[in-house]
C-alpha cells in the first residue's frame, strides 16, 4: 500500500515540476492516480457522446470498461480538476486520470502534450466553449493525435461543448454566441450559424451533425436550420442530425451500435436526412417540409450505418414555415426531460 502512494507521489511530483513550463506553453496540467499502474485490461473503440448537465454514470462506467479501466484524459479549455476528479473520485475503476487545460493554440504543438495524449487509454472532452476547441486545436499535431486514438481503437467520449465537436460537422459558435432557434430559423444562411468541418474524424459519424442541451434549450429548430445550411453548401441530401438532451448519453460501440443511458428519461433525437428546403435564401426565413426526427430511448437500439432505429422512442414529421416550427400529428416528441 506504502508503494503504491509512492508511486501516485512521485509521479504526480514529476509532472508537477513540468507545470510552471507547461503554463508559459499556453497549457495547465493536473493529475490524480497512479500514473506508472499498467493498464488492467485492453481497450476498445467506442464513442460517448454526453448531451450537458449531469453525467450519466452508466454511461462512463461503459467508457471506462472501453478504456481498460486504464488512464484517461481529459481534454478543455477552461476549468480544473473538476471532470478528472469525478472521473477518479465518484465513478472509479480506472488508474489515473490527467487533465490538460488549454490557454492558446501553442499548446497543441506541445511535445509533452501530445505524449500525454497519445499514452491514453481513453480521452473526455469537457464542456465550454467549442470556438475554443476549435481555435486551439484544428489542423494541429493534437487534432491529428486525437484521430490517431481512434484509429487505434481507444474510447473517446465528449460533453455539450465536448460533444458539438464529435461530429464530422459542428456548430463551433465562433460568432460568441450561443445561436437559438428561433434566429437560426429566421436567417439560416446568417453570420452567426457557424459550422465547421475537417476537424474529428469518428467512424459512423461521417455524415452527422450534433448538438447538445438538446430538448431542454429547444434546439431542434436550431439542428433543422444547420442540416438545411450544409445541405446547400454542400449539396448532399444525406445529412443527419444527433441531439442529445442533459444527463443523457448515447454510447457508440466499435460495430456502430448505439445505447442511450439516462438519469432522467431524456431521449437522443435523430434528425433527417430531410429534404431540400422550399425556401433558402440570405436574409429570409427557411422552409421546407416533412423533416423526420425520430427518438432514441433507453429502450432503443440505434444502427450508426443505416440509422435504423430498433424500438424508437418517438417518431414524428416537422415542417417549416417561414421560419416557424409546426409539428405534425404522429407519435409525438416528447416535452424536454426534466
Given amino acids: 500500500m506504502l508503494g503504491a502512494v509512492l508511486a501516485v507521489f512521485c509521479c504526480t511530483s514529476a509532472f508537477a515540476a513540468d507545470t510552471s513550463d507547461s503554463r508559459r506553453d499556453g497549457y495547465r496540467y493536473y493529475a490524480i492516480g497512479d500514473l506508472a499502474a499498467p493498464r488492467p485490461a485492453p481497450t476498445r473503440a467506442g464513442a460517448m457522446l454526453v448531451g450537458g448537465g ?7 462506467r461503459w467508457m471506462i470498461e472501453r478504456a481498460g479501466h486504464g488512464r484517461i484524459v481529459i481534454l478543455r479549455a477552461s476549468g480544473s480538476t473538476e471532470a478528472q476528479d469525478e472521473f477518479f473520485n465518484d465513478i472509479g475503476g480506472i488508474t489515473a486520470a ?19 495524449v497519445r499514452q491514453a487509454d481513453g480521452i473526455f472532452l469537457a464542456g465550454g466553449d467549442q470556438s475554443n476547441y476549435v481555435r486551439y486545436w484544428q489542423g494541429t499535431p493534437l487534432n491529428r493525435a486525437l484521430d490517431a486514438h481512434v484509429r487505434a481503437g481507444k474510447p473517446i467520449g465528449g460533453t455539450s461543448a465536448g460533444l458539438a465537436i464529435l461530429g464530422a460537422h459542428a456548430y463551433g459558435a465562433m460568432d460568441g454566441g450561443s445561436l437559438s432557434s428561433k434566429d ?9 450559424l457557424t ?40 449539396g448532399r441530401g444525406d445529412l443527419v442530425g444527433i441531439g442529445v438532451d442533459e444527463y443523457t448519453a448515447l454510447c ?15 431521449h437522443v433525437w435523430l434528425v433527417g436526412p430531410q429534404p431540400a428546403a422550399t425556401v433558402y435564401a440570405a436574409g429570409k426565413p ?39 416550427l409546426i409539428r405534425r400529428d404522429a407519435n409525438p416528441a416528447p416535452t424536454a426531460a426534466p
Fill in 252 to 266: 457508440i460501440d466499435g460495430d456502430g451500435i448505439g445505447r442511450v443511458f439516462s438519469g432522467n428519461g431524456g
Fill in 98 to 116: 490527467q487533465t490538460l487545460v488549454f490557454e492558446d493554440r501553442r499548446a497543441a504543438s506541445d511535445p509533452q502534450v501530445l505524449d500525454i
Fill in 54 to 60: 449531469d453525467w450519466p454514470y452508466p454511461a462512463f
Fill in 184 to 192: 437560426a430559423l429566421n436567417d439560416p444562411t446568417g453570420p452567426q
Fill in 195 to 234: 459550422l465547421v468541418d475537417d476537424f474529428l474524424h469518428l467512424p459512423y459519424l461521417e455524415r452527422v451533425l450534433t448538438d447538445s442541451h438538446f430538448g431542454k434549450r429547444d434546439r431542434l429548430g436550431r439542428l433543422i436550420a444547420m442540416l438545411a445550411r450544409l445541405a446547400q453548401e454542400q
Fill in 286 to 324: 427557411l422552409s421546407l417540409r416533412a423533416v423526420p426526427v425520430r427518438g432514441v430511448g433507453s429502450d432503443s437500439l440505434l444502427h450508426l450505418a443505416d440509422f435504423r432505429i430498433e424500438r424508437p422512442a418517438f417518431s414524428a414529421l416537422y415542417d417549416v414555415e417561414a421560419g416557424r
